[in-house]
């Protein structure tokens, strides 16, 4: 859905910088053509040159005007990135077609050009195109060179030295426009993911206790009735576990409502991993899965919430442990970089996230699981953040997914 939104805007915004273009194309040719063979000749008494005795003559006006329809039914089916194009080459094949006309087989040095050409180099900004920057001004150099070469005239290296400056001066301000929407995109983005941070907050801090008490009431009375009818077992062990479960759901959302003072203390990533080994073992072994823990060298220790880290990575281990249902290796790896960082791996071999997921991992409420609630992994991310580290996901479908937690290990 972001997606398809943002496609949407972007077309938006390519459709109004088309039309406007077309009607300063149509504008510009006009004015140059009305200036150049009917006004100049007047004021400087060669009277007028008209089209008719010139190159193509009047088809030159006929075949410009025919660019039009074509580029109004692309603009009814959506097409729009390709009109600029269109109008691009047309125009610079019918002059090319032109020129050679006049100039071939006569004396008369090659002084040809159009200011529709600067327009094509002043408007690639508009567009936001690399692509489009890099054909437009390397067409338009190529096509003076191929003049020059034809007609054996080396007046066209004045054009061609014109153009390249002009295109150097909009490659930096089509770079500005790039940096300028990448910050725009950036700041668009953190807002939104604050203003969901909020809502799940202002959510949480209203219902989280609410539950959270009758859950323990609840939880309670099913153990003491577990106690009355003890030769009734296969419901109250389910019973308590779906309690758990809704009761760790609580916790994340508290987590991520309430305010917090991080304290951090000296801790060992080792004892950190183990004691969540510890914890996921009973699972991984039911789900016939090998842990295998690569510890690279003297590892320092890192200034952390120890309490923090171990729901990190008992949420990592977790998710990799229930990516395998046919069971597997997880290896977890850590080492030191340049002496400033500490790099944790977890890899798996399950079934792996699709492309079109990974963006979205980590958003409020997203997840891939079936009984999954989108806000472990949205915790996580949160406390990696809040300990100035990185959080970055591979993966291949079939083939595994790796988890990358980059931590500083002196915390300022």
């Known amino acids: 859905m972001k997606e398809e939104l943002r496609k949407t805007k972007l077309l938006h915004e390519e459709t109004k910088a088309t039309k406007f273009f077309i009607w300063l194309f149509y504008i510009f040719f006009i004015i140059f053509e009305v200036v150049y063979f009917y006004i100049a000749p007047r004021l400087t008494g060669d009277g007028v040159i008209t089209r008719p005795n010139d190159g193509i003559g009047l088809w030159m006006y006929v075949l410009i005007a025919g660019i039009f329809p074509v580029s109004y039914y692309l603009l009814k089916i959506g097409k729009v990135e390709n009109i600029k194009y269109i109008y691009f080459f047309s125009f610079i094949f019918i002059d090319i077609i032109n020129n050679l006309i006049i100039y071939l087989g006569t004396d008369e040095s090659f002084a040809a050009g159009h200011i529709v050409e600067v327009l094509f180099i002043l408007f690639l900004p508009i567009f936001v195109s690399k692509k489009y920057f890099w054909t437009v001004s390397s067409v338009v150099v190529l096509k003076y060179l191929f003049m020059g070469l034809v007609l054996e005239d080396n007046l066209v290296l004045v054009p061609i030295i014109i153009y390249m400056i002009l295109s150097a001066i909009v490659y930096v301000i089509l770079t500005r426009f790039y940096s300028y929407i990448s910050s725009l995109n950036s700041a668009h983005e953190e807002l939104r ?16 206790h609410e539950i959270r008490n009758p859950l323990s009431s609840l939880r309670g009375f099913t153990q003491l009735q577990q106690e009355r009818n003890p030769d009734n077992h296969n419901y109250y062990p389910i019973m308590i576990q779906e309690i758990d479960r809704i009761n760790k759901i609580v916790d994340d959302l508290m987590y991520l409502g309430k305010p917090r003072i991080i304290k951090y203390d000296k801790a060992s990533i080792e004892e950190i991993i183990a004691y969540t080994l510890s914890i996921t073992q009973h699972d991984a072994e039911r789900s016939l899965i090998k842990v295998e823990t690569i510890m690279e ?26 990516s395998m249902l046919d069971g597997g290796n997880i290896q977890i790896k ?16 399950g079934c792996g996230i699709p492309d079109a997921n990974l963006l979205n991992l980590g958003e409020p409420f997203f997840t891939t699981k079936m009984e999954g609630t989108g806000l472990g992994l949205m915790v996580t991310n949160q406390i990696i953040n809040e300990h100035k580290g990185n959080l970055k996901f591979e993966s291949s479908l079939d083939t595994g997914t790796t988890v990358t937690v980059v931590l500083p290990i002196t915390q300022k």
Request: net charge positive; charged share 30%.
């Open 334 to 349: 850590v080492k030191v970089i340049d002496g400033k960082k500490m790099m944790i791996t977890i890899r798996d071999e």
């Open 297 to 322: 060298g003297p590892l320092p220790p890192i200034e952390c919430d120890s309490r923090q880290l171990k729901q990190v990575f008992l949420n990592l281990i977790k998710n990799a442990i229930e």
């Open 193 to 208: 993911k604050k203003e969901k941070l909020a809502v799940i907050g202002q959510m949480a801090a209203a219902i989280g």
